[in-house]
């Protein structure tokens, strides 16, 4: 019996166009100035000081601008660059710059089965604060009470095993427990090595549904 299930967001719960046309260029403009104006506070420190150990320790301000830019346009899955992501989009969400996307079966799916008692997290390579403002600002109100926890890259990578492992022993179910939902394919597959349930949401008009992730076009074509 399913206890519990995790989603992922981008192309999962909402669309890719929402995060790529939105959000990253949202972050991309505001990014060099966030970090001047912040790059005092404490929680800004500690993410540059994170960035100067994967990069170079001596880098100054200009350069850590420089090397977040780089990393943000070759989308790449660097801890630091997804928490000051969030910090940035935190002030777009604040200001009504934009309104976070959720697919509005996805909605009425998570509402229902968190209704019956399935407990509901949140997987992705995004930050859990941006997990948590974009589910907090949506055209269908705050959803965040609908989830028990949140996961990111601080747990691993998304395509690998043990990062999976790591939230089936957090979550505290046993794998086959748990179904795990994602647009992409080897995410799907380090969930079921781990043991998970998958479900492979592709929102094509007939996705192959005898594949070896069953394929689905909405949430509201999962069978738990």
Same mark, same amino acid.
């Given at each position: 019996?399913?206890?519990?299930?995790?989603?992922?967001?981008?192309?999962?719960?909402?669309?890719?166009?929402?995060? @790529?046309?939105?959000?990253?260029?949202?972050?991309?403009?505001?990014?060099?100035?966030?970090?001047?104006?912040?790059?005092?506070?404490?929680?800004?420190?500690?993410?540059?000081?994170?960035?100067?150990?994967?990069?170079?320790?001596?880098?100054?301000?200009?350069?850590?601008?420089?090397?977040?830019?780089?990393?943000?346009?070759?989308?790449?899955?660097?801890?630091?660059?997804?928490?000051?992501?969030?910090?940035?989009?935190?002030?777009?969400?604040?200001?009504?710059?934009?309104?976070?996307?959720?697919?509005?079966?996805?909605?009425?799916?998570?509402?229902?089965?968190?209704?019956?008692?399935?407990?509901?997290?949140?997987?992705?390579?995004?930050?859990?604060?941006?997990? @948590?403002?974009?589910?907090?600002?949506?055209?269908?109100?705050?959803?965040?009470?609908?989830?028990?926890?949140?996961?990111?890259?601080?747990? !691993? !990578?998304?395509?690998?095993?043990?990062?999976?492992?790591?939230?089936?022993?957090?979550?505290?179910?046993?794998?086959?427990?748990?179904?795990?939902?994602?647009?992409?394919?080897?995410?799907?597959?380090?969930?079921?090595?781990?043991?998970?349930?998958?479900?492979?949401?592709?929102?094509?008009?007939?996705?192959?549904?005898?594949?070896?992730?069953?394929?689905?076009?909405?949430?509201?074509?999962?069978?738990?």
């Amino acid at each position: 019996m399913i206890k519990a299930i995790i989603t992922d967001i981008e192309g999962t719960t909402s669309s890719l166009s929402f995060v @790529k046309d939105v959000l990253f260029p949202y972050a991309r403009q505001h990014l060099a100035d966030f970090v001047r104006q912040h790059q005092h506070d404490a929680g800004i420190c500690a993410l540059l000081n994170d960035a100067r150990q994967l990069s170079d320790p001596q880098a100054d301000i200009e350069q850590l601008i420089a090397q977040f830019i780089d990393w943000l346009d070759n989308d790449q899955k660097i801890t630091p660059l997804k928490s000051l992501q969030g910090l940035i989009w935190e002030d777009g969400y604040q200001q009504a710059a934009f309104t976070g996307h959720i697919y509005k079966d996805a909605v009425d799916c998570l509402r229902d089965w968190k209704a019956h008692g399935h407990d509901l997290y949140v997987y992705s390579s995004g930050s859990v604060h941006a997990q @948590k403002l974009l589910f907090a600002h949506t055209e269908y109100g705050d959803l965040t009470p609908l989830f028990s926890g949140y996961f990111d890259t601080h747990i !691993g !990578g998304k395509k690998e095993t043990a990062s999976y492992q790591a939230i089936i022993k957090q979550i505290g179910q046993p794998a086959d427990a748990i179904v795990f939902l994602s647009d992409i394919k080897e995410e799907l597959d380090a969930a079921r090595i781990a043991g998970m349930h998958t479900y492979w949401l592709t929102r094509e008009p007939s996705p192959d549904t005898q594949a070896i992730h069953p394929r689905v076009a909405s949430f509201s074509d999962i069978e738990l």
